[in-house]
T-cell receptor
Framework: NAGVTQTPKFQVLKTGQSMTLQCAQDMNHNSMYWYRQDPGMGLRLIYYSASEGTTDKGEVPNGYNVSRLNKREFSLRLESAAPSQTSVYFC??????????????FGPGTRLTVT | GQQLNQSPQSMFIQEGEDVSMNCTSSSIFNTWLWYKQDPGEGPVLLIALYKAGELTSNGRLTAQFGITRKDSFLNISASIPSDVGIYFCAGLFGKLIFGQGTTLQVKP
């Protein structure tokens, strides 16, 4: 099993450009998440999808949209990138259907720079 | 909102030493998770704790779920160079809240 995979690994955008970050998991998990990680800020939740067909805002959703394409895939879109969105983005998944299914498993991250 | 205070912020220790770090909150949690993040990688789950007072080990790592449900501790015994990285605690009560991380450096 590959676990959680993310593409691309690195990306540089100009202000105002758009892009979609892709995430897929092969663990048959119900829930998927997008975080951003900034120095000194820890991990902050952008959006999550508790199950296929549902999405909800997290702590820092402004400037982002998400799509839960199917059970495996959860994408994050930046419609008009801004320098404040320079960050490392992590996708995670968990199986909240299980009694002890709170553990989230993370992908390797996408390092995004907006100039 | 809920916040986690993780300490220390960084540690620089000698190989072979034991390490302790902790997370505290003013809110209660029903799950505590500890992750390690290597440079350029995503966080990897080390230990999950589900009951107040629970003590769980994973090799040289031991973590405890505080009895008040507002704190958790992680200990690493006999540190080795590959223990280098950032350690995050995370508390769950509806949603997962992450601490700021403890950066560990180990001198051979």
């Amino acid at each position: 099993n590959a676990g959680v995979t993310q593409t691309p690994k690195f990306q540089v955008l100009k202000t105002g450009q758009s892009m979609t970050l892709q995430c897929a998991q092969d663990m048959n998990h119900n829930s998927m998440y997008w975080y951003r990680q900034d120095p000194g800020m820890g991990l902050r939740l952008i959006y999550y999808s508790a199950s296929e067909g549902t999405t909800d805002k997290g702590e820092v959703p402004n400037g982002y949209n998400v799509s839960r394409l199917n059970k495996r895939e959860f994408s994050l879109r930046l419609e008009s990138a801004a320098p404040s969105q320079t960050s490392v983005y992590f996708c995670a998944s968990s199986d909240r259907g299980r009694a002890n299914g709170n553990e989230q498993y993370f992908g390797p991250g996408t390092r995004l720079t907006v100039t | 909102g809920q916040q986690l205070n993780q300490s220390p912020q960084s540690m620089f220790i000698q190989e072979g030493e034991d390490v302790s770090m902790n997370c505290t909150s003013s809110s209660i949690f029903n799950t505590w998770l500890w992750y390690k993040q290597d440079p350029g990688e995503g966080p990897v789950l080390l230990i999950a704790l589900y009951k107040a007072g629970e003590l769980t080990s994973n090799g040289r790592l031991t973590a405890q779920f505080g009895i008040t449900r507002k704190d958790s501790f992680l200990n690493i015994s006999a540190s080795i160079p590959s223990d280098v990285g950032i350690y995050f605690c995370a508390g769950l009560f509806g949603k997962l809240i992450f601490g700021q991380g403890t950066t560990l450096q180990v001198k051979p």
